[in-house]
């Protein structure tokens, strides 16, 4: 382990708060809600048709870099191209207004399921206090990610945010890094950056010479197929202060 970082940058969703993970979870909850207005398509054939979609509709470095600043808009053109897969494959489905509705509860759904993780502050509030400047760096538009900050009262714990929105740039970027370390007065070599995103947590700030410590919440372990290598992984937060060798200023 290298010596104690000057700087930390933390991601936000799915780092510090549950925010889009377990989305099978998330569209099956609400596919079930509208079973009547979705009849007679069956609630399991919209999830899988949903979730493929949204596989591909994501997968696209381009179009993600775009629709992400467009979350709404591009949920309803998900459960569109779900719903156009299920009629071209001889299914009945329902008007778009129905599809539209669907894509606004599940919008809605996310925002009623999001939650802190636990420690976050706790651990937060530690590493700040032991002289470590934090940066928050997230991707996505202002609207979206403003009211999660304000939500989780996570504004006085940094000394930089930095929302993709407000900048007109987000990771994997170089300069989204580079913006965030020189914010802080920092080197890339001081900063360690925290986060779930094998490819804009690891594998970009590495590129730069951040040190990677990969957030795996779930505790799966890096993917066998996966290029990426973090310099560290931590299952919960409080692996963070760990490493930091903080474990009792959090307790």
Request: glycine content about 6%; overall charge negative.
């Amino acid at each position: 382990m290298r010596a104690r970082p000057r700087g930390i940058l933390f991601d936000l969703d799915d780092t510090l708060i549950s925010a889009y993970s377990n989305q099978r979870a998330a569209w099956d909850a609400v596919v079930r809600e509208m079973a009547a207005a979705l009849h007679p398509l069956p609630p399991h054939d919209v999830v899988d048709a949903l979730i493929a979609f949204a596989t591909h509709f994501w997968s696209d470095a381009d179009r993600h870099r775009h629709w992400r600043q467009h979350l709404i808009a591009a949920r309803r053109a998900v459960v569109a191209g779900a719903l156009s897969a299920l009629r071209a494959a001889g299914h009945a489905t329902p008007p778009p207004e129905v599809g539209d509705r669907l894509a606004d509860r599940f919008s809605a759904y996310r925002e009623e399921q999001m939650h802190l993780f636990a420690h976050a502050h706790d651990v937060l509030d530690a590493v700040r206090g032991a002289g470590i400047a934090l940066a928050l760096i997230t991707n996505g538009a202002s609207i979206d990610q403003r009211p999660k900050i304000t939500r989780f009262d996570l504004a006085r714990r940094f000394d930089h945010i930095q929302i993709e929105g407000e900048h007109g740039f987000g990771k994997p970027e170089e300069r989204a890094y580079r913006h965030a370390v020189q914010s802080l007065g920092l080197a890339p070599h001081e900063c360690w950056m925290v986060g779930d995103n094998l490819e804009w947590e690891v594998v970009a700030p590495q590129r730069l010479g951040i040190f990677s410590v990969w957030y795996d919440g779930t505790a799966a372990g890096v993917p066998v197929s996966a290029i990426a290598r973090p310099d560290l992984v931590v299952t919960s937060l409080r692996g963070v202060l760990a490493a930091l060798g903080l474990e009792s200023a959090a307790a």
